[in-house]
């Protein structure tokens, strides 16, 4: 048994006793294998579900109280069967890609929306004692105001965003109808090592280190980033601290970053200055969520969490982690077709 330890809120002082094994779907992918990670440092014993689809093996650490079981969230009796016996659930599997959405809308549907309500189905009947389900920022489309808190209105941007809505509504009407003890995280970016899809941070660090040119969407876009490890910690607060069912609670810096300026310091880190930045009209997204900024300010009261990692420095690890592990990019060995 694992005892919350004192770095939690006012509200949360008093310590979450959990059953020490948790179930993360999606656990190879870039915020799963961080999170695994995170969770085995714990002292958790870690049950993966994943189809392997995007996230890679080679992302999980060797541990024997680690363990991989492949299978896809779309099916029920799969997803049943591994739920029984796990008393605590981190719901990271989708299809997060949002390009990826444009072109395969039911896929992500399925995954992303009829996944998550497999996921749901499965821990109410299991009586299981708390799930933390992964949303996305996306969910709030364009700020109407900033910074943005949960009671932002959602307006998704595109079929990717649609599909986590969903999810997020599926997840409060359990809360509501069946008394599912869910917490809902709703992430703004994420970026850091293994990173497994070709998302801005990695592609741009990719072409900086390996392109002649760099060949770039729309640049005046502005996101709020948080370093993966923080992100994790997040998780794992959300995971342990005390009576937060039906919470809607929002991760991120509370600091916004535009593209153009990341770029900048990409190029400079990498010592890719000079190299030219080409417009390429194939990155440009049908309909850009402009700008994304969180208001922490729940995170910080309901569960103690507040990121350690200055933008900057996780940037340079997470550079020195691509140059240093130059084979196993994942999108590059998946030969994945899409970019940012």
């Known amino acids: 048994m694992i005892t919350r330890t004192a770095q939690v809120s006012a509200r949360s002082q008093e310590a979450i006793k959990t059953n020490n094994k948790v179930l993360v779907t999606g656990g190879t992918g870039f915020i799963g294998s961080t999170l695994v990670r995170s969770l085995l440092n714990k002292k958790y014993q870690v049950t993966i579900l994943d189809n392997l689809s995007t996230g890679l093996r080679d992302n999980l650490p060797t541990n024997n109280k680690l363990k991989l079981v492949t299978g896809n969230i779309k099916d029920y009796e799969t997803v049943s069967t591994i739920v029984h016996g796990h008393q605590n659930i981190i719901h990271l599997a989708a299809q997060a890609f949002i390009p990826f959405s444009y072109q395969q809308p039911i896929e992500v549907a399925q995954v992303n929306a009829i996944g998550s309500i497999n996921i749901f189905k499965a821990c109410t009947n299991h009586s299981v004692k708390r799930l933390v389900h992964i949303s996305s920022s996306e969910v709030y489309g364009t700020a109407q105001y900033l910074p943005m808190n949960e009671k932002h209105p959602m307006q998704p941007y595109s079929t990717y ?180």
């Not at 993966?228 to 991120?252: F, H, Q, S, W, Y």
């Open 161 to 340: 965003s649609v599909a986590k809505v969903a999810a997020d509504l599926w997840a409060q009407t359990f809360f509501w109808e069946h008394k599912l003890p869910v917490v809902i995280l709703r992430p703004f970016n994420t970026f850091g090592p293994r990173e497994s899809l070709p998302y801005f941070i990695p592609e741009m660090i990719r072409q900086c280190l390996k392109e002649p040119k760099i060949h770039v969407g729309n640049l005046e876009t502005s996101r709020d980033f948080t370093y993966v490890e923080d992100t994790a910690n997040a998780m794992i607060n959300a995971l342990e601290t005390k009576n937060i069912e039906g919470e809607i609670i929002n991760i991120g810096s509370g600091q916004t970053h535009k593209m153009k300026d990341i770029l900048t310091l990409i190029k400079q880190e990498t010592d890719a200055e000079k190299k030219q930045i080409v417009l390429d009209k194939n990155r440009l997204r049908p309909r850009d969520v402009e700008t994304l900024v969180t208001d922490n300010t729940k995170a910080r009261k309901i569960l103690g969490w507040t990121p350690t990692t200055t933008f900057t420095e996780g940037i340079r690890k997470t550079i020195k982690w691509y140059i240093d592990n130059k084979q196993t990019w994942g999108y590059e060995k998946h030969g994945w077709k899409w970019r940012y």
